[in-house]
């Protein structure tokens, strides 16, 4: 089975950073899709940044486009979303997500991490 567990959320002020951290066990080749997706109250979830488990062909929303950084870190294998330059809208709850990214397609999802960026 596929588990996905994700982490580093956290209360920021406008300009900061944050790195969230996902593992993902049971994967079976390394070219699926995994990556990040949002949702804040009374919006749809959004695709953020998407990436091959291989670390090939990454994909950004324009909405983060040269702020966030997806990222596979192979000695703890582990997916990573370095996000700067945070903006209060990017306040959402996060999920990493095995499957089809950017659109949704019978993926496996993580609890989620909460992302709150202040004023």
């Known amino acids: 089975q596929v588990q996905v567990v994700e982490s580093g959320g956290g209360l920021v002020q406008a300009g900061g950073s944050l790195r969230l951290s996902c593992t993902a066990s049971?994967?079976?080749?390394?070219?699926?899709?995994v990556g990040w997706f949002r949702q804040a109250p009374g919006k749809e979830r959004e695709g953020v940044s998407c990436?091959?488990?291989?670390?090939?062909?990454?994909y950004y929303a324009d909405s983060v486009k040269g702020r966030f950084t997806i990222s596979r870190d192979y000695v703890q294998n582990t997916l990573i979303l370095q996000m700067n330059e945070l903006r209060p809208n990017d306040t959402a709850m996060y999920y990493c997500?095995?499957?089809?990214?950017?659109?949704?397609?019978?993926?496996?999802w993580g609890q989620g991490t909460q992302v709150t960026v202040s004023s």
């Open positions: 997500a095995v499957g089809d990214c950017p659109t949704m397609r019978d993926n496996y």
């Open positions: 049971g994967l079976t080749s390394a070219s699926v899709r």
């Open positions: 990436i091959n488990w291989s670390g090939a062909n990454t």
